[in-house]
């Protein structure tokens, strides 16, 4: 028989128990508090991140949208929605906060198991970041409205045509 002693996503032990051997077994386990405070919040700013993709994703499709239908007003309003979204430099710097943060030692030492996995929980969130916050969008965004208002169909309000 195997036990699997879990806490978050984390496995902590593997104990290998033969029922009916002994009438108690006792297994210590190292503190992973540390570790499990860090994922919570690892959990939680990578919920940020995919509902900010989502967002960014939504706006510039309706920008989009507005200039192809030739509502060149709705489509600045939501640019300025857009570009008053959190950017991947702050997001990273915020990441890179919660890290120290996590990683602080002047209270509690931090077990060196525990702190390679938060190294790694943070990295794949960092790697999310990277691959998925596109800096260009806004970017790209604001080219198409340029090139939209310089083209004569900006000059004719929508549905006049």
């Known amino acids: 028989l195997q036990i699997y002693i879990k806490n978050g996503d984390s496995v902590l032990a593997q104990l290998p128990m033969v029922p ?3 009438r108690v077994e006792v297994a210590s386990l190292p503190d992973d ?6 994922e919570a919040f690892v959990k939680g700013f990578q919920g940020d991140i995919l509902d900010l993709i989502g967002l960014r994703n ?3 499709a309706k920008i989009k949208i507005y ?5 060149l007003a709705k489509a600045q309003d939501t640019m300025n ?8 430099t702050e ?3 915020e990441l890179s906060a919660i890290q120290r943060r996590m990683l602080d030692e002047s209270v509690r030492t ?3 198991n525990s702190k390679r996995r938060i190294d790694n929980m943070f990295q794949s969130t960092r790697n999310m970041l990277q691959k998925f ?3 260009n969008l806004v970017s790209e965004s604001e080219q198409a409205i340029r090139a939209f208002s310089s083209t004569p169909a900006a000059q004719t309000p929508a549905g006049d045509g």
Request: glycine fraction near 8%; charge should be positive.
């Open 20 to 22: 009916g051997l002994k």
């Open 110 to 112: 931090i077990p060196s």
């Open 133 to 135: 916050m596109q800096d």
């Open 33 to 38: 508090r540390r570790r499990l405070e860090a």
């Open 81 to 88: 929605e857009l570009r008053g979204l959190r950017t991947y």
């Open 58 to 60: 939504l706006l510039s």
């Open 67 to 71: 200039l192809r239908d030739g509502e």
């Open 91 to 93: 997001m990273a710097d």
